[in-house]
């Protein structure tokens, strides 16, 4: 299934929809969920978990949104036009809970990821939609980066994580504007979404992840201790 292609055009008329463009924000567990669904294979459950969570252990106080995949994959994506002159960093903290179940990582059969951070930019036509996601990966080394099996140098993989610990809280900040550089060779002003996705639709498995806190700043955020 080419899910990242559909991915990618799903976007197109957020350029031209949007009007605002962004200051800094946080966006907490119950601001993500409230983000816009894309289906691609069935629905990935997303629910807010809340520090007095039975079930789960270690919650921040904003809460963590917690994402459940069965052989699905569905993406929550904030529709707005954002500005990289204002904020070029993207930092959020996450935690897998359970990884899918993968031969191969780079292939299309492999290409799915307990935990997925995606952000899109548009210059103006469908074809023109291109992205970057940056996943917590079970193979590759953090930093490595690779084309997606489905949408090849419209859509580039950055590991951003590699630990197979599950469980464990990680941080993650980006600097989105250097990363659209270095991936395109060309400035990038305006993102047109950002999107988060847990999914295990190509290997019919399972995988679950916690997400916390996204923020785009202007500079790089400082992690509290």
């Known amino acids: 299934m080419k899910k990242i292609i559909i991915f990618l055009t799903s976007f197109f008329c957020v350029v031209f929809s949007s009007s605002s463009f962004s200051k800094e924000m946080k ?7 409230s983000w816009s669904v894309r289906y691609f ?7 807010v978990i809340t520090p007095d969570s039975i079930t789960f252990k270690d919650i ?8 459940k995949s069965s052989a699905s994959a569905s993406a929550l994506f904030y529709k707005e036009k954002i500005d990289l002159e204002d904020t070029p960093w993207l930092s959020w903290s996450w935690r897998v809970e359970t990884f899918p179940t993968v031969e191969n990582e780079r292939s299309k059969k492999g290409d799915d990821f307990a935990s997925r951070v995606h ?9 023109s939609t291109k992205g970057i996601s940056y996943v917590w990966s079970q193979q590759a080394e953090k930093g490595d980066v690779w084309e997606n099996p489905f949408a090849g140098k419209k859509a580039y993989m ?10 464990v809280w990680k941080n993650v900040q980006r600097n989105m504007k250097q990363d659209l550089k270095e991936m395109f060779g060309e ?30 700043t202007k500079n790089k955020y400082v992690f509290p201790n």
Not at 158 to 167: A, L, M, R, T
Not at 194 to 216: F, H, K, P, V, W
């Open 187 to 216: 400035d990038i002003r305006y993102l047109s979404a950002i999107a988060i996705m847990t999914d295990a639709d190509n290997s019919g498995t399972q995988s679950e992840a916690l997400y916390s806190n996204i923020r785009l």
């Open 158 to 167: 950055i590991s951003v994580e590699s630990s197979k610990n599950v469980g």
């Open 119 to 127: 952000i899109l930019f548009n210059k103006g036509t469908v074809f």
């Open 27 to 33: 966006f907490a567990a119950k601001d993500m969920n």
């Open 60 to 67: 921040p106080q904003s809460g963590a949104l917690f994402a």
């Open 41 to 47: 294979l069935d629905k990935t459950y997303y629910s």
